[in-house]
């Protein structure tokens, strides 16, 4: 190698980089690492990325579906609709930690692969559906089908990039969810059109196209798909970006370098008590509080902002193009605050942050709503959404961050979607019909959640300042003592 592979690049959390004396075991150049880095960038972050897009696709394109007579035709009411949407989000709070078990032994490019292809085949059945009971059944079973999804790609996509790079590529993987948020309804004003085609309706023609995407995307992952820096190659093809012996060294032996414990993707086993020891570290708690009370008014928002704009007076094709202006929005705010957080390294500040400018514009909202038109009540709605999931990615990265190894991560980061998913599944019931179109009342309840959230997130913060100033105090040697949290 060359003289600059004297020193090898090390990250601690903190994001600062090391260098060891070049009698270590491992050198390598700068330039070396950034070329095997920028491979998984190319190859496996895109792809997870794909799979979470094709799945917010499935499950946003009901609120399409409603402006296009969905509801009329298989004659539900919105309390059905809510309750078929409680239905999916139970379904992934269910199997949420199973799934992602059984993902850690069989690793992402087979259950990940898998997974999509299912989800896709019951996305395309709900064709079919014509009556109440139909409509249940097939939420639910999207809740089955999309378990596990966001843990075990988060955990694929630490098993590659250091700590101090992960902040980053969960943002670019969120992007997937609200980018799906966002192409959604433009993705439908097309696809509705074909209404009466085939004899099929356009809420059919929506599921259908949709649902054979979804497919087509499991087919990528399936050919392209690397497993982890042990084994790169994809199941059914060399894959489109090859990892040299070098990439593969290099790859594994930073993680390694990262962290006490950095376990490949493949084949990994979490024991029952890593799993009951996780689920019983309190003072993570408060994270999962604060994700659930704000995250669960990002669930009427996804269902019911094109039929809100609807029912401003707009036609149906200019309701579903102006609900994706605040969707799209947000992809900007979430990119922000991600930047935030990296570049200060305060994770929990940016979580903090990205909640109160969420909730200054639902309290906008609320207050603004009932004394202006049309334009400016869309104006507000779009405020709204482009602030609701802004704080989401970085405060993934906020509780990835604090944890030991790898097996306490995967864990952690599935508490934490369940967490998500079960907010999103109480706050089904915060728009109600009688409370349409305005829903003051929802927003109200909003406001409450989010406050509460914000007090969650300042606790967490408060529980890691005062272990870290324990630590620094005793200088204990003890790891599980020694431990300092990122803030």
Known sequence: ??????????????????????????????????????????????????????????????????????????????????????????GIVVLEIPFNLILQRLGPRKWISAQVCVFGFIAIMQVFVKSRSGFLASRLFLGFSEAGYIPGASYTLSCWYTKHELAKRIAILFFGMFGGNALSPILATGILKLAGRGGL???QWLFL??????????????????????TPRPLLSPGLVHFSNTDRYILKKRLELDGPERNGADGARI???????????????????????VFSTWSPLTTYTPSIILALGFNRTAAN?????????????VFCIAYIS???????????????????????AYSVQPHVGKWSRWGLWTLVNAFAVGYHPSHNSWVQLNCKDSGERSIAVAMWVMSAISGLMVGTQYFQGRDAPRYQAGLRTMI?????????????????????????????????EAYVYAL
């Open 1 to 90: 190698m060359s003289d600059l592979s004297n020193e090898k690049i090390v990250y601690n959390t903190a994001g600062a980089d090391q260098s060891l004396g070049s009698d270590d075991e491992l050198e390598w150049t700068q330039e070396e690492e950034l070329k095997a880095r920028r491979k998984v960038d190319a190859s496996v972050l895109p792809l997870l990325f794909l799979g979470l897009l094709v799945f917010q696709l499935d499950r946003m394109n009901l609120a399409s579906a409603l402006t296009a007579g969905f509801a009329t035709n298989i004659h539900i009411n919105q309390s059905t609709i809510n309750l078929g949407n409680q239905l999916m989000f139970m």
């Open 201 to 203: 309706n356009g809420w």
């Open 209 to 230: 196209t949709e649902g054979l995407f979804t497919i087509f995307v499991s087919s990528m992952l399936v050919l392209f798909l690397p497993g982890s820096p042990e």
């Open 271 to 293: 024991p029952l008590r890593t799993v009951w020891k996780t689920i019983m570290h309190y003072k993570r708690w408060p994270h999962y509080v604060s994700t659930f009370c």
């Open 321 to 333: 193009a102006l609900s994706a202006v605040g969707a799209s929005l947000a992809l900007l705010v």
């Open 342 to 364: 990296d570049k200060t390294n305060k994770r929990g500040l940016a979580v903090i942050l990205g909640q109160t400018l969420y909730l200054i514009a639902l309290i906008v």
């Open 448 to 480: 409450i959640m989010v406050s509460v959230g914000i007090a969650a997130a300042l606790v967490q913060e408060v529980i890691y300042i005062t272990h870290n100033r324990r630590v620094k105090k005793s200088a204990s040697t003890d790891n599980s």
